[in-house]
Nanobody, 115 residues
Framework: QVQLVESGGGLVQTGGSLRLSCAASQSIFSFNAMGWFRQAPGKQRGLVARIISGSNPNYADSVKGRFTISRDNAKNTVYLQMNSLQPEDTAVYYC?????????WGQGTQVTVSS
């Protein structure tokens, strides 16, 4: 099974920054898309940022200009740089990979932004 391991979550004050990492167990060239989703208490899981092969990254409107998704193919890792964090960004963040047939998910990492 594909393994996705997130790291980098934690507690940060409003206006602070965090960088999340998602390390894949295989070459990320095998995935059509990789990205980040988040789920806050009482809310459904929603897209934060995603890189799709052959196109520009896409972002949720709520994070545009603050978050940046990137990847390091040599390290099989996707990153999410989160700046200007706000309390509404508090959620469990999940790494996602799609190979054209299935979606794979990491275990999630908690991000808490204190007001």
């Amino acid at each position: 099974q594909v393994q996705l391991v997130e790291s980098g979550g934690g507690l940060v004050q409003t206006g602070g920054s965090l960088r999340l990492s998602c390390a894949a167990s295989q070459s990320i060239f095998s995935f059509n898309a990789m990205g980040w989703f988040r789920q806050a208490p009482g809310k459904q899981r929603g897209l934060v940022a995603r890189i799709i092969s052959g196109s520009n990254p896409n972002y949720a409107d709520s994070v545009k200009g603050r978050f940046t998704i990137s990847r390091d193919n040599a390290k099989n890792t996707v990153y999410l740089q989160m700046n200007s964090l706000q309390p509404e960004d508090t959620a469990v963040y999940y790494c996602n990979a799609y190979n054209g047939y299935q979606n794979y998910w990491g275990q999630g990492t908690q991000v808490t932004v204190s007001s």
